[in-house]
């Protein structure tokens, strides 16, 4: 079972993306949704998550109040909205589901295969 990352790009600094994590054989409402990033040479890095309960919690240091977590229940999908991007969010992001969230990889049991995001300045 694997995740779909999709709606990543090129965009400006201070430009916007929408991501999107679909499945197809899993029930997303049933699962915490994670999402990291990881831009070459780092390690993997917590952007946020949403509960099952529609909950959300993100980064506070990198995220800074510009993304949101939503889920679009009609397409079995969780999306990450970013907004007022920086060119230090270049990477490539990742959505990951488990049955708890959390800042971590660990608990989480299925991956995306990633989508890039390149900031231009």
């Known amino acids: 079972v694997q995740l779909q990352a999709s709606g990543g790009g090129l965009v400006q600094a201070g430009g916007s993306l929408r991501l999107s994590c679909a499945a197809s054989?899993?029930?997303?409402?049933?699962?915490?949704v994670g999402w990291f990033r990881q831009a070459p040479g780092h390690e993997r890095e917590f952007v946020g998550y949403?509960?099952?309960?529609?909950?959300?919690?993100y980064n506070p240091v990198s995220v800074k109040g510009r993304f949101t977590i939503s889920r679009e229940n009609i397409k079995n999908a969780v999306d990450l909205h970013l907004n007022n991007l920086e060119p230090e969010d270049t990477a490539v992001y990742y959505c990951?589901?488990?049955?708890?969230?959390?800042?971590?990889?660990?608990?989480?049991?299925?991956w995306g295969q990633g989508t890039q995001v390149t900031v231009s300045s």
């Open positions: 054989e899993l029930d997303l409402n049933n699962y915490a």
């Open positions: 990951a589901a488990g049955t708890r969230p959390s800042h971590v990889t660990t608990p989480y049991t299925y």
């Open positions: 949403i509960r099952r309960s529609g909950g959300t919690s």
